[in-house]
């Protein structure tokens, strides 16, 4: 097919790096001689026709700002049928030959939906998540990590100091991704995740533990998406504090996790991926997620990562069990 006109967008939660992704999708789409366009303010944007022509400048100063640039925005709308097709009208009027998705999950929900629907679509694979099958490591995780590790560090001085025990709630919706890297990286006592099944009374004990064995701090990490999140933990500790014997100071790390300077790795991730979706369009390959798997850019078609989740090594897991002795 030929490519002339190609759109793109953000959508979803943001990303560090998604700006660098934006900046690689247009500086290597106006080098194949194509013109580039951005989508505000992602789904939305497409159903109400909301896009502008971006030049080689117009994305220049912006690899190094966390957040994107072209606005994201989760659209309830884009997720009917008739919104999906106000959407298509809007590709249609505006000749764009194919869409640049760059997103987590739900957005490539939404670009598998144009795809059925017949239209050209490349998905990047960006979410702090990390719960996309068809990349190992997606735009975002490396900078979260980075935050998510800094609050730990600084919380385990806090917790040597008096003694207290803390927990710091991380993000990652139904994935553990973030919390067990962020438990291995910053020597957690316990992580608990939503893929695994941890009570309350596993968490108490493993932090005695800690105390037991001597150490002056016991810092957990949870995954928002656990069973017992931070809050109904620090509700059963609450309950039971006379018999746990200490304190739990609970930190929800939210938002924090998401803004920010994208680290080195996520620019350069971005940056390969943008590439990635512009080289999959030239050689019309679309339906497809880009991702990196095994330290490559690869592609996997989007019928084989909707729907699903990536699982957590469960090796790493265990390797969290032993190392936080
Ligand atoms: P993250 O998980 O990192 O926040 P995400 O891409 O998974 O990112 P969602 O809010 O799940 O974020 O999805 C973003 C948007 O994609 C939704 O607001 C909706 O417009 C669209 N979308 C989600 N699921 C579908 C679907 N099944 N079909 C069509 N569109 C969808």
């Known amino acids: 097919?030929?490519?002339?006109?190609?759109?793109?967008?953000?959508?979803?939660?943001?990303?560090?790096?998604?700006?660098?992704?934006?900046?690689?999708?247009?500086?290597?789409?106006?080098?194949?001689?194509?013109?580039?366009?951005?989508?505000?303010?992602?789904?939305?944007?497409?159903?109400?026709?909301?896009?502008?022509?971006?030049?080689?400048?117009?994305?220049?100063?912006?690899?190094?700002?966390?957040g994107t640039v072209l606005g994201s925005a989760r659209s309830p709308e884009f997720?009917?049928?008739?919104?999906?097709?106000?959407?298509?009208?809007?590709?249609?009027?505006?000749?764009?030959?194919?869409?640049?998705?760059?997103?987590?999950?739900?957005?490539?929900?939404?670009?598998?939906?144009?795809?059925?629907?017949?239209?050209?679509?490349?998905?990047v694979a960006s979410t702090i998540d990390n719960d996309l099958v068809g990349s190992d490591i997606t735009i975002g995780v490396d900078t979260a990590l980075n935050i998510a590790l800094e609050a730990i560090d600084r919380l385990k001085t806090t917790a040597s100091s008096h003694q207290r025990a803390f927990l710091v709630e991380a993000m990652g919706r139904k994935c553990g991704y973030l919390a067990l890297m962020a438990g291995i990286a910053g020597g957690a006592e316990v992580v608990v995740l939503p893929e695994t099944d941890t009570t309350p009374e596993q968490v108490a004990q493993d932090l005695q533990a800690a105390y037991d064995r001597g150490k002056a701090h016991a810092l957990g990490v949870v995954a928002e998406g656990a069973r017992s999140n931070a809050a109904s933990l620090a509700a059963y500790f609450r309950e039971h504090e006379a018999?746990?014997?200490?304190?739990?100071?609970?930190?929800?790390?939210?938002?924090?996790?998401?803004?920010?300077?994208?680290?080195?790795?996520?620019?350069?991730?971005?940056?390969?991926?943008?590439?990635?979706?512009?080289?999959?369009?030239?050689?019309?390959?679309?339906?497809?997620?880009?991702?990196?798997?095994?330290?490559?850019?690869?592609?996997?078609?989007?019928?084989?990562?909707v729907g699903r989740q990536k699982r957590i090594d469960p090796e790493l897991f265990a390797l969290a069990r032993i190392l936080d002795r």
């Open 243 to 305: 018999r746990i014997g200490f304190e739990l100071r609970t930190t929800t790390l939210g938002h924090v996790q998401r803004g920010g300077r994208p680290t080195a790795y996520d620019r350069i991730l971005a940056t390969r991926l943008g590439a990635g979706a512009v080289a999959a369009l030239a050689r019309s390959e679309t339906g497809v997620l880009v991702g990196m798997l095994e330290g490559r850019v690869a592609v996997t078609p989007l019928s084989e990562v």
């Open 79 to 123: 997720a009917t049928e008739a919104g999906r097709l106000r959407a298509l009208a809007t590709l249609e009027q505006q000749r764009i030959d194919a869409l640049v998705v760059i997103g987590g999950n739900g957005s490539q929900g939404g670009a598998a939906a144009l795809t059925e629907a017949g239209f050209p679509v490349v998905g």
């Open 1 to 66: 097919m030929a490519m002339k006109r190609v759109a793109l967008l953000t959508s979803g939660g943001d990303a560090a790096g998604m700006n660098a992704a934006i900046r690689a999708v247009v500086r290597t789409g106006l080098d194949n001689g194509w013109d580039m366009f951005g989508v505000r303010g992602g789904y939305a944007g497409l159903v109400r026709d909301n896009m502008t022509p971006l030049t080689v400048r117009d994305v220049g100063g912006i690899i190094q700002q966390g």
